[in-house]
């Protein structure tokens, strides 16, 4: 079964490779969706995959790359789409 997780991360986040960090971590994990910083400083991520990985992406945002200081992450789950083919970083 495949899940679909939206996280908005808050805290430092910007500035501090958490794009790129978080690419590498959802590749990593088999993972498939985008990333991106939003205009309020946050840096929203969509990430879809198995039950296990998108929980494990989680936990990941929730102290993101070594420099972010994230504050909390506000987190909703829905069934999967399948509309994305890998994992992306938006500008």
């Known amino acids: ?20 960090s978080a ?8 993972l498939t969706g985008w990333v991106r910083n939003r205009p309020d400083g946050t840096v929203e991520l969509v990430a879809e ?7 494990d992406f989680h936990r990941w ?15 909703s789950y829905s069934a999967a ?3 994305f083919e890998g994992f992306c970083v938006h500008f």
């Open 49 to 55: 995959g198995g039950i296990e990985g998108v929980e």
């Open 61 to 75: 945002c929730v102290h993101g790359p070594p420099y972010a200081n994230v504050t909390s992450v506000d987190v």
């Open 1 to 20: 079964m495949k899940r679909r997780g939206h996280f908005v991360c808050h805290g430092r986040v910007q500035g501090v490779f958490f794009r790129d």
């Open 81 to 83: 789409t399948g509309e």
């Open 23 to 30: 690419r590498e971590e959802a590749n990593h994990i088999g």
